[in-house]
Nanobody
Framework: VQLQASGGGSVQTGDSLRLSCSAS????????MGWFRQTPGKEREFVAYISWRESYTYYSDSVKGRFTISRDNAKNTAYLQMNSLGPEDTAVYYC?????????????????????WGQGTQVTVSS
């Protein structure tokens, strides 16, 4: 079982990137998906979540209006479109999947709610 995050890179302020998260040995169709990010010395930070039916999304305040999470269940892949990137977005980005959801949005902001994690992809934004 593996989640593979890809699409990171080095960009300049204002640029865009699209991260992908593909799964092998795991069907994502019935799982909610999340993206988190982490910088050295800090805890993993919630970025965005999408329900398994694609009908509901939730974002951290720091990325709301700039990032868009989506998924293609037929391709067993989730995405994170990141626009208007700034140096504060520099981090290693991780995708994650979980099976047992909750009606409280705060549930999805906790890394412990996710049972599967990708290896991370580095995003570096220079000013």
């Amino acid at each position: 079982v593996q989640l593979q995050a890809s699409g990171g890179g080095s960009v300049q302020t204002g640029d865009s990137l699209r991260l992908s998260c593909s799964a092998s040995g795991l069907t994502l169709r019935n799982r909610f998906m999340g993206w988190f990010r982490q910088t050295p010395g800090k805890e993993r930070e919630f970025v965005a979540y999408i329900s398994w039916r694609e009908s509901y999304t939730y974002y951290s305040d720091s990325v709301k209006g700039r990032f868009t999470i989506s998924r293609d269940n037929a391709k067993n892949t989730a995405y994170l479109q990141m626009n208007s990137l700034g140096p504060e977005d520099t981090a290693v980005y991780y995708c994650a999947a979980g099976a047992r959801g909750d009606n409280d949005n705060r549930f999805y902001t906790k890394p412990a709610r996710y049972g599967y994690w990708g290896q991370g992809t580095q995003v570096t934004v220079s000013s």
